[in-house]
């Protein structure tokens, strides 16, 4: 049998994307992947991917920087409710969301009622090695980032525990946490 990199075959990864009969949602922290891990996952899955973030930022015609600066973290989070509820279209696809989208308890609850719901996480040092990455990230540009994202991880924690599916992502390969998503994924259906 033909196996890709997630270890699964290809058999494998077509009858799961059969299974799969409404949005795949990632959600987590900023810096755990939920972009990168979800181009991989729209990809084997022959699914079209969204990025929340680029959604918000094309309805806004501004960047996520530009929303916050211009019109603050609520207005923001109003724009990001409105975008999620419209992919929230039943559709079969994958959605990266930003970092706090989950938080807001309309959103989680629209979410979880209509998607299989997937929650990336990341001990802190991979969370700030990562970010560090993009200098992009409106919260992260008040203080010290390990200390904020420390302090967003407690905070956001009840929130994210609710999505059914909770995959770590590690240092290792992507490959491996795309392969973990799609067996959880699996067991879950």
Known sequence: MDHDETGLSTTEIAALARRIDRPVVLVGMMGTGKSSIGRRLAALLHLPFVDADEAIEEAA??????????HGEAQFRDGERRVIARLMDGERKIIATGGGAFVNPETRAL?????????????????????AR??????L??????????????????AYAEAPIHITSGRGPQSRTVARVLKEIDAWL
């Open 141 to 158: 540009k008040s203080g010290d980032p390990r200390e904020i994202l420390t302090r967003l991880r407690e905070e956001r924690r009840p």
């Open 61 to 70: 015609q501004l960047t996520i920087a530009e929303i916050f600066e211009r």
């Open 111 to 131: 979410i979880l009622a209509k998607a299989i719901t997937v929650w990336l996480d990341a001990d802190i040092d991979t969370l700030v090695e990562r970010t």
């Open 134 to 139: 993009k200098d992009t990230r409106p919260l």
